[in-house]
């Protein structure tokens, strides 16, 4: 029976709302120990969200006829990223949940446009790199688009434009790009990938989505930036995640076309059915203005200026962090990060013991497998809040690399089990294997570096199974 949804409704909001804050007593949270999930600008930035977005919680941007004001908060924003990102006059944009939809919807619009502008393609492809964010794998799925992957330096952590060469094909429409990606902090070789672009009349979308905002905050401050914007030849869409490095709440990016003739092929309207006819920009319908109100108040409450100097500060501590891990034997950083995002790998000893060394040591840390040229490692992203403990984090960083165990996979018995598991099969049911893990009630035990052994150990195809049926576990 629910426990919340009783017969009697209950008038003392007070209570609900007290309820409802004491749910996330178990949360993560932003204390600055965190080194993932948090992108957190403070106080000062966050009440004025708090109202902003309470302030747009009534409108609905499926309209913008009928809500005017949806339409001049899209446009203000979509315009200061435009410019953010030196677009030419008659670029465009729209603004979208996420990154996840920005990354779909570019996908999206380089089929339609495939479908319209080049209709000799009969079985699209896009060139990915593995280190593109999984949003373009979901893409492709979703939208019965093939994809193929392109190989990464394994020093530089790019994506190799020779490899992305000879997989261009006739059927390519789309050629992706990270600036930079999410694991390592690297930009890809988007000048040339331009050039190819270019050369072959194929689309180049350079996914911004964690670092668009802040790359052109790091050129301002004199970092050394690789050129990655509309200002290089060849790229024709971007996305960029304001609920990320923006530090607006979250449910909000940008998708950026240099033409209104991508821009259109993204869209989609609807005048089939008995109801109101359909044009929307993006996959949603209805569509929340508060998340827009929010970023809207805090790009006047930051400006410019305010926004280069929480880059500055997460860049010297970014900095600290890199030069930290250099004077740690045994580990090492994944590559060269233009921005604070850290791979931190260490050769042949185990990563995920390091990792949870970590969390008993009070940090909220990332382990990540290995894939392709990148090896396991831990991923740390730098915010404002935790730029202030990164010495703190390095002194336990180095005690916890002393001595730590050899690497190795888990017993090949185990893993043959799990990818018959994972084929449904092996003879155990989920409940049962996640209990054996000592998962209950959707929490990870203290100590999770086994089950990160074995997912690494796993392959990725029996990696993604298991994850469905975790996750199936977990909701009602
Ligand atoms: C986070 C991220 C995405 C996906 O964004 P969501 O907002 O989580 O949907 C896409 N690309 C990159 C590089 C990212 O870091």
């Known amino acids: 029976m629910s426990t919340f949804f009783l017969e009697q409704g209950n008038s003392n909001d007070e209570e609900i709302l007290e309820r409802l804050a004491s749910l996330k007593s178990d949360d993560l949270s932003s204390d600055g120990h965190a080194f993932a999930f948090i992108y957190d600008a403070g106080d000062s930035v966050n009440n004025l969200a708090r109202k902003a977005f309470a302030s747009g919680m009534t409108g609905n941007g499926l309209d913008p006829t009928v809500y005017p004001s949806a339409?001049?908060?899209e446009n203000d924003l979509v315009g200061a990223c435009l410019e953010h990102l030196r677009a030419?006059?008659?670029?465009?944009?729209?603004i979208t949940s996420g990154g996840t939809e920005s990354v779909i919807l570019s996908v999206k619009a380089a089929r339609d446009y495939a479908r319209q502008y080049r209709p000799e393609v009969s079985d699209p492809n896009i060139l990915v790199p593995e280190t593109a964010h999984a949003s373009f794998h979901k893409a492709a799925h979703y939208l019965g688009v093939r994809l193929i992957l392109v190989d990464i330096d394994p020093t530089t952590m790019r994506a190799s434009v020779e490899d992305t060469k000879s997989k261009l094909d006739d059927n390519t429409i789309l050629i992706v790009a990270s600036a930079p990606s999410y694991a390592h902090g690297v930009?890809?070789?988007?000048?040339?990938?331009?050039?190819l672009a270019q050369d072959k009349g194929v689309l180049l979308h350079v996914d911004a989505c964690i670092g668009g905002w802040v790359l052109p905050f790091q050129r301002d401050n004199g970092v050394a930036i690789p050129d990655f914007d509309f200002q290089v030849p060849g790229v024709t869409s971007m996305s960029v995640d304001l609920h990320k490095y923006g530090?607006?709440?979250?449910?909000?990016?940008?998708?950026?076309?240099?033409?209104?003739?991508l821009r259109d092929c993204q869209y989609y309207s609807c005048a089939r059915w008995s109801g109101y006819s359909i044009v929307n920009p993006s996959i949603l319908g209805s569509k929340s203005i508060a998340p827009m109100a929010a970023a809207w108040a805090i790009f006047q409450h930051l400006g410019k200026s305010g926004y280069r100097e929480l880059v500055g500060s997460m860049w010297t501590a970014t900095e600290k962090f890199v030069e930290g891990v250099s004077q740690i034997e045994g580990i090492k950083v994944l590559g060269k990060p233009t921005m604070g995002l850290i791979a931190v790998a260490c050769g042949k000893s185990d990563v995920f013991e390091l990792a949870d060394r970590l969390t008993e040591a009070g940090w909220h840390v990332q382990p990540t497998y290995a894939f392709g040229n990148s090896p396991a490692h831990i991923h740390f992203s730098i915010d404002p809040g935790n730029s202030s403990r990164v010495d703190a984090f390095l002194?336990?960083?180095?005690?916890?690399s002393k001595n730590l165990p050899e690497y190795s996979d888990a017993p090949e018995a185990l893993v043959q089990l799990l990818e018959a598991v994972a084929q449904g099969g092996g003879g155990l049911d989920t409940s049962t294997m996640m209990a054996e893990f000592g998962i209950r009630d959707g929490k990870l035990p203290d100590k999770q570096a086994t089950i990160h052994r074995l997912l690494n150990s796993c392959s990725p195809q029996a990696r993604e199974k298991l994850l469905i049926l975790f996750l199936g576990e977990m909701f009602s």
């Open 71 to 73: 339409r001049r908060l």
């Open 88 to 94: 030419p006059d008659d670029a465009c944009g729209t």
């Open 187 to 195: 930009i890809d070789p988007i000048v040339e990938l331009g050039q």
């Open 247 to 261: 530090f607006t709440p979250k449910g909000i990016s940008v998708l950026l076309s240099r033409s209104r003739k």
């Open 395 to 400: 002194v336990d960083l180095a005690a916890a």
